[in-house]
């Protein structure tokens, strides 16, 4: 009895969900394409979304607070949001996690270095707290916003920061980049 009674429990919990087309509440979006696990498309209209962040430059051990925040009362249930070099494609920095809603994520072995969701509740804004590393050039905050099962929307951008320091500026002060 006592088996038989584990064997519906196991069912219940694994097979139901997908069989009554359930919502998921463990979404994974790739660190490095941002794409979720889902099967649809990205949604090609502009996102009803915005990145906001308290800086437009930085140098190395600022904090710069990201908010990323729904335009409509439509809100969002789930996102992967990462800091980039403009034109490249793997995080840089770290986040620290300051919203119950939000948790690190590690990406390319560097613990916090993008920040998703901790939870599927509907959410209007996060707010989190990014840490500029050494030798890093202008970059933007990337996200994947995912709205709901259906629509979902990758590579919603912030405004460019300014690197003040850059890896490129050698002992002296001069640039070694030819102009």
Not at 35 to 41: A, D, G, K, M
Not at 50 to 66: K, L, R, Y
Request: aromatic share 10%; glycine share 6%.
């Amino acid at each position: 009895m006592r088996r038989h009674f584990c064997s519906v429990f196991l069912f219940c919990g694994v097979f139901l969900p997908r069989i009554f087309g359930f919502p998921h509440t463990n979404t994974s979006i790739d660190c490095d394409s941002l794409l979720p696990n889902y099967e649809n498309e990205p949604q090609s209209s502009p996102p009803p979304y915005i990145i906001a962040v308290s800086f437009d430059s930085f140098e190395p051990g600022n904090e710069i607070q990201v908010t990323l925040e729904a335009l409509k009362d439509i809100g969002f249930k789930e996102f992967n949001l990462q800091a980039r070099e403009t034109g490249g494609d793997v995080p840089v920095g770290t986040f620290k996690i300051t919203d119950r809603n939000t948790k690190g994520l590690e990406c390319h072995n560097i613990t916090n270095s993008a920040v998703s969701h901790a939870n599927s509740d509907l959410k209007q804004k996060i707010t989190t707290t990014w840490i500029a590393p050494n030798d890093v050039r202008d970059l933007q905050f990337i996200a994947t916003v995912v709205q709901d099962l259906e629509k979902f929307w990758v590579g919603v951008e912030s405004k460019t920061l300014t690197s003040t320091h850059s890896k490129s500026v050698n002992g002296t002060g001069k640039s070694k980049r030819k102009v």
